[in-house]
T-cell receptor, first 113, second 112 residues
Framework: NAGVTQTPKFRVLKTGQSMTLLCAQD?????MYWYRQDPGMGLRLIHY???????AKGEVPDGYNVSRLKKQNFLLGLESAAPSQTSVYFC????????????FGPGTRLTVT | SQQGEEDPQALSIQEGENATMNCSYK?????LQWYRQNSGRGLVHLIL?????REKHSGRLRVTLDTSKKSSSLLITASRAADTASYFC????????????FGKGTRLHILP
């Protein structure tokens, strides 16, 4: 039981490049989330999904897109990376909405130059 | 929009001492959760307290909730080096829109 996994762990992009971050969970959770963590800002929700085939915007969705084609996977895309998107990205999943706890992946450290 | 605010931002204590950190929030909540984040890792859930509960224990952790003051505290007793981490509170806002909101965290450093 791997829990929540994220790939890649590290990535450096040039401004304007695109990439996709993959999150996978093996706990059969309905809900999945993408957060970004910046120094002094805590975690901010980018997008989330309440089930296969669904997505919804969080607090800071601009510049990102997501897809949840399979229940176990949640993809985060950056179409045209900007230096402001330099951050650590965390994926999380939960059985259902609060009060169920969220399980977090190890994070992806992204640098955009 | 930040719902919870932890206090202090950083805390250093000697190993064996108790550590207390606080979380204040702005609007009514259904539940409040505490998470721990070790350096370079993802967050790990510690404990959840519901709005109708006043105190909850889990091992060396004690969480209190005062809904009249819109605040919660996390007490770690007999601290250990392994407790060095950041601690976040997370609240669910009054509108049930499937999200919880994390505070900015308290960085706890346990000195040997």
């Amino acid at each position: 039981n791997a829990g929540v996994t994220q790939t890649p762990k590290f990535r450096v992009l040039k401004t304007g490049q695109s990439m996709t971050l993959l999150c996978a969970q093996d706990m059969n959770h309905e809900y999945m989330y993408w957060y970004r963590q910046d120094p002094g800002m805590g975690l901010r929700l980018i997008h989330y999904s309440v089930g296969e085939g669904t997505t919804a915007k969080g607090e800071v969705p601009d510049g990102y897109n997501v897809s949840r084609l399979k229940k176990q996977n949640f993809l985060l895309g950056l179409e045209s990376a900007a230096p402001s998107q330099t951050s650590v990205y965390f994926c999380a999943s939960s059985y259902k909405q609060t009060p169920y706890e969220q399980y977090f992946g190890p994070g992806t450290r992204l640098t955009v130059t | 929009s930040q719902q919870g605010e932890e206090d202090p931002q950083a805390l250093s204590i000697q190993e064996g001492e108790n550590a207390t950190m606080n979380c204040s929030y702005k609007t009514s909540i259904n539940n409040l959760q505490w998470y721990r984040q070790n350096s370079g890792r993802g967050l790990v859930h510690l404990i959840l307290i519901r709005s109708n509960e006043r105190e909850k224990h889990s091992g060396r952790l004690r969480v209190t909730l005062d809904t009249s003051k819109k605040s919660s505290s996390l007490l770690i007793t007999a601290s250990r080096a392994a407790d060095t981490a950041s601690y976040f509170c997370a609240t669910d806002p009054p509108v049930r829109d499937d999200k919880i909101i994390f505070g900015k965290g308290t960085r706890l450093h346990i000195l040997p």
